[in-house]
């Protein structure tokens, strides 16, 4: 499967990336959450919650490239998160991979992570996900479809859509009732939801 799959609508190609299997350093891993984010106002999927919406700067313009690539960026920080450009080149949007099942190399993550993080944990929360993979800032822009990147995803079968649920997306202040938030049913990889203190009262925001 190619990345010209993810030329889609953010909540679309956030389908496609659930059960996809992500590589990176010696760690596989099989995606069981994300959150789809869409462009600025005059993008065909407006989204004040993303990184994109005042537009293109230095920080988020993976997000403006073609389908694919990983969008790397820190958040608050401390953490790193890793994202997937998806939409036509030059139209922003991304998915954000928010927790994986460790597949291969679980030794090296938990050495990342830590001895007494548990298995279940080691993938979950974007952070987390990170650290587990071992990605890095250098990372940002890199082919998730070329083989020889540090970094790769294989998409798989599209998992039945009874598996998949659907809701708001963590933390965020600004459109935080949009169901953008993907997950597996039944994993405890997922992270829990966390509604932003500076979001508006639910039902009160798109």
């Known amino acids: 499967m190619t990345a010209q799959l993810l ?17 990176c350093r010696g ?20 989204d004040t919650a993303s990184h994109s919406y005042r537009g293109p700067t230095a920080r988020n313009a993976v ?10 960026y820190r958040s608050h920080g401390i953490h790193l998160c890793a994202n997937v450009s998806c939409g036509p080149d030059g139209t922003a949007a991304a998915v954000l991979l928010r927790a994986a099942i460790i597949d291969s190399g ?17 993938a ?8 587990a993979l071992g990605i890095s800032m250098d990372d940002n822009g890199g082919d998730l479809f070329d083989a020889a990147s540090p970094v ?13 649920l659907r809701g708001p997306r963590v933390g965020v202040s600004a459109a935080a009732d949009r169901p953008w938030r993907l ?3 039944g994993h405890p990889e997922v992270s829990a939801y966390r509604r932003s203190s500076r979001a508006p009262r639910p039902g009160a925001s798109d």
């Open 7 to 23: 030329h889609a609508d953010p909540v679309s190609a956030a389908r496609l990336l659930l059960g996809a299997v992500l590589t």
């Open 27 to 46: 760690v596989s891993a099989v995606v069981v959450e994300v959150e789809a984010y869409g462009g600025p106002p005059e993008s065909p999927w407006p």
């Open 63 to 72: 997000m403006f490239g073609p389908p694919g690539r990983l969008y790397v």
């Open 106 to 122: 679980t030794e090296i993550a938990q050495t990342r992570r830590g001895s007494g993080v548990a298995a279940r944990a080691l």
């Open 124 to 131: 979950r929360g974007p952070g987390n996900l990170c650290a």
């Open 152 to 164: 790769t995803v294989r998409l798989q079968r599209p998992v039945e859509s009874d598996s998949v």
């Open 183 to 185: 997950f597996l049913a």
